[in-house]
Nanobody, 114 residues
């Protein structure tokens, strides 16, 4: 059983920064791809960024150059550093781990507003 617990969301002004963390419980998880998705009301969940076990990353075009995904395999933790935040980044952010199927965290709210 895989459990994912996110933290670090909150309210930030436009142009500000936030760092999300996601801790995964379970053994042998460092070999699997992890990532972040986000969802706003009435819209489908969309990819933000993923990171493979070897460190290769993939980003949505909308966040390239502003967001950075990283992982600490020893801690089974993935991070999302979000800089230059915009109001359109407001969403619930979900951590994901792909081990055959996708496992999801409970989500953390990020609100970008003045």
């Amino acid at each position: 059983q895989v459990q994912l617990v996110e933290s670090g969301g909150g309210l930030v002004q436009p142009g500000g920064s936030l760092r999300l963390s996601c801790a995964a419980s379970g053994s042998g998880l460092s070999i699997y791809t992890m990532g972040w998705y986000r969802q706003t009301p009435g819209k489908q969940r969309e990819l933000v960024a993923t990171i493979a076990s070897g460190g290769s990353t993939d980003y949505a075009d909308s966040v390239k150059g502003r967001f950075t995904i990283s992982r600490d395999s020893a801690k089974n933790t993935v991070y999302l550093q979000m800089n230059s935040l915009k109001p359109e980044d407001t969403a619930v952010y979900y951590c994901m781990l792909r081990r055959g199927i996708r496992y999801w965290g409970q989500g953390t709210q990020v609100t970008v507003s003045s």
